[in-house]
């Protein structure tokens, strides 16, 4: 829909009807259920590795989105548990993301529901995202059933992904595939696990332990390489003076031959030494 009025008099109108839409909230709007919790944390400590390679994708959590609606008086507004935005420059959006003052529209929305928390409407969501918004991607997770999807944008109707060679569901635009692993979703970047935190500790302290390995096997090498290169002088100076004793002794016999010749010249003839 085209923009009607002045941006900043359609933004002052957009953050009074965010406003209400808060305030009509129910207390259980803010519970989150532990699984919801754990999944949003993947995903984010995930995205951030992809954003980190690809500075364009943009990622919200829980940031209300707010648009116009045919000819309704009021905008309609959805809440994604995370949203991914894909735009060169950074995306202003405090507390809400008014999608008729943006440069772009959300490119991926990101649901986890639970049966502990059913806090949001997740069905009416379906139908924000697939028609009204047409958002070209939608996943939704359901920890507890162990239920993974991920939805193309279609001419106008969302299609499921169907898992490749892999079993990963992909999403080529960003390089990326999903599947469930132990109990969660993962997203592998360019063919490759994006690690957790935890996982990245890990192996770094496994990189220190084999550095502090290999650092004192080469100490120990050192010391190895010095005592033999010790030996080796030893030996050439003993060598060394092997062959001065050698060469005294050569030196003796030739004078002793010497002297023997001498000697027996002087002898008369017909007599030798005896």
């Known amino acids: 829909m085209a923009i009607t009025k002045p941006r900043h008099l359609l933004s002052l109108e957009y953050d009074r009807y965010a406003e209400e839409y808060l305030r009509s909230l129910p207390l259980e709007h803010f519970m989150e259920a532990t699984g919801q919790s754990i999944q949003r944390e993947i995903t984010l400590e995930s995205l951030a590795l992809v954003r980190a390679r690809r500075p364009e994708v943009q990622v919200f959590s829980e940031l209300l989105v707010i648009y116009p609606w045919e000819n309704e008086p009021k905008p309609h507004l959805v809440v994604p548990d995370n949203m991914v935005v894909i735009h060169e420059q950074a995306i202003k959006a405090k ?95 360019q063919g490759q696990l994006l690690p957790l935190p935890g996982e990245l500790l890990h ?63 002087k002898l008369p003839p017909g007599e030798s030494a005896q």
Not at 164 to 177: F, I, K, V
Not at 206 to 232: D, I, K, M, P, S
Request: proline share 4%; with cysteine; hydrophobic share 35%.
């Open 203 to 265: 192996e770094l302290d496994e990189f220190r332990r084999r550095t502090q390995e290999l650092e004192q096997q080469l100490q120990q090498a050192n010391q190895r390489a010095e005592q033999a290169n010790q030996r080796a002088e030893q030996l050439l100076h003993e060598s060394q003076q092997a062959r001065q004793q050698a060469e005294q002794e050569r030196q003796s016999r030739l004078a002793l031959e010497q002297e023997l010749e001498r000697l027996r010249a």
């Open 95 to 189: 507390s809400s993301f008014k999608v008729p003052l943006q440069p772009v529209g959300p490119f991926w929305v990101l649901e986890y529901v639970s049966k502990e928390n059913m806090r949001t409407d997740y069905d009416e969501n379906f139908q924000k995202y697939e028609r009204e918004l047409q958002v070209p991607y939608y996943l939704i997770f359901y920890p507890d059933e162990q239920e993974l999807s991920l939805y193309r944008q279609m001419k106008g109707k969302y299609v499921s992904v169907t898992p490749n060679e892999r079993g990963r569901l992909a999403l080529a635009e960003l390089d990326l595939e999903m599947a469930l692993l132990e109990g969660w979703c993962r997203f592998w970047y």
